[in-house]
């Protein structure tokens, strides 16, 4: 749906800063040009967990910090997400591959509780899916800036 | 279980908070974030309470990022630092030179009651750290060695890595409420600002 020059020309015109990043088969294509631009920076961690903490600390310090990873790395950071967003009520944007969202017929449990999973966190989201939806991630991220709250980004994985 | 050599843990704070600069950022987890408050109270000392258990480094280590001209110092305990290794990995990753880890390994998890971590006694932290691609890393088990020692370990070349062997908190102090986290955030955007 989106190349890694049109990402990067996207989230540099909305001021985000810094992307961190786990990689999926949806992103991960867009790690040169993520790595080549002049208005983020790319930080790599481990594990889906340290990332929401590390873009709390970027926000404290001043910075517009986005979070990028897979739905089963949003399954595995919940507790980070939980704290950062609503304990410290930090209003962090995030960008979620959802596993094979497109195929209609998988059995992937990934796909399956990437709905409610979403739901239960009470999380403000945005589908990007079809080539329609290219100009809802500006869109959204600007709606949740101006309204001070989290929002994520769903890019369903195979989207045209 | 075998004996070792600690320092007392509100000592070994309190070398710590000495040696801080007028303008370094702290941030404190889980039995530090109790201690710290006691000893002493400014906007730029974090103690991040609640929190998501292993998030503190991550956390320091945005700050650090953002902060690139002021020191920023994570003390975190040996049960947190545990459920997010990896965070090693990516701190000396992204060479956030100004910044400094000071491990309180007291082998138990505190706040819960002092039950065991799977690694009492079988880890060695600072040769962790230093695999990870910690530039320097140090070890202090006696307070008189951490008097002595702090302030060059906290000057050496970062990412930095202390390892402290404490004690166990008194039980006065694990009771000490952390300031509400609505205020520090406040406390430390202010100070931040200044």
Redesign the interface.
């Known amino acids: 749906m989106l190349t890694g020059p049109e990402i990067v020309a996207t989230l540099s015109e909305l001021g985000v800063t ?1 992307v961190i990043w786990v990689p999926d088969s949806v992103t991960g294509p867009w790690e040169s040009a993520l790595d080549a631009s002049e208005n983020l ?1 790319l ?5 889906e ?15 517009s ?1 986005l979070v990028m990873m897979q739905t089963t790395g949003l399954f595995e950071s919940g ?2 997400l ?3 967003l609503f ?3 930090l209003p962090l944007y995030s960008l979620v591959g959802v596993r094979n969202w497109i195929n209609s017929g998988s059995k992937d449990t990934a796909r399956h509780f990437a709905e409610p999973i979403l739901k239960a966190w009470g999380l403000d989201c945005a589908w990007l899916a079809t080539p329609e939806d290219r100009s809802k991630l500006a869109e959204h991220y600007w709606r949740c800036r101006r309204a001070n709250i989290p929002g994520a980004a769903l890019l369903a994985e195979g989207a045209p | 279980m075998t004996s070792r050599s600690t320092i007392p843990v509100v000592d070994a704070l309190r070398v710590l908070a000495e040696h801080c600069a007028a303008d370094q950022v702290v941030v404190t987890n889980q039995g530090s974030a109790r201690i710290w408050p006691k000893l002493r109270r400014r906007g730029l000392d974090f103690h991040y309470n609640p929190s998501t258990m292993g998030g503190a480094i991550p956390l320091g280590l945005g700050l650090a990022i953002a902060l690139p001209q002021r020191e920023v110092i994570v003390v975190s305990g040996d049960g947190s630092l545990l459920m997010s290794l990896g965070s090693l990995v990516t701190v000396a990753g992204a060479m956030a030179t100004n910044l400094s880890i000071v491990l309180l390994d007291n082998g138990i998890y505190e706040v819960t009651g002092g039950q065991r971590t799977p690694a009492k006694g079988t880890v060695d932290y600072c040769g962790l750290a230093r695999a990870a691609g910690f530039p320097s890393t140090s070890n202090f088990a006696q307070l008189e060695q951490w008097q002595t020692g702090a302030a060059a370990a906290l000057r050496e070349p970062g990412p930095r890595f202390l390892r402290l062997a404490v004690g166990p908190a008194p039980e006065e102090y694990l009771q000490f409420p952390t300031p509400p986290i609505a205020e520090q955030l406040a406390a430390l955007h202010a100070a931040l600002e200044k």
């Open positions: 810094h920076r930080i790599r961690v481990c594990r967990g340290e990332a929401w903490p590390l873009s709390a600390g970027l926000y404290l310090g001043g910075k910090p507790d980070a939980r704290n950062v304990d410290l009520r």
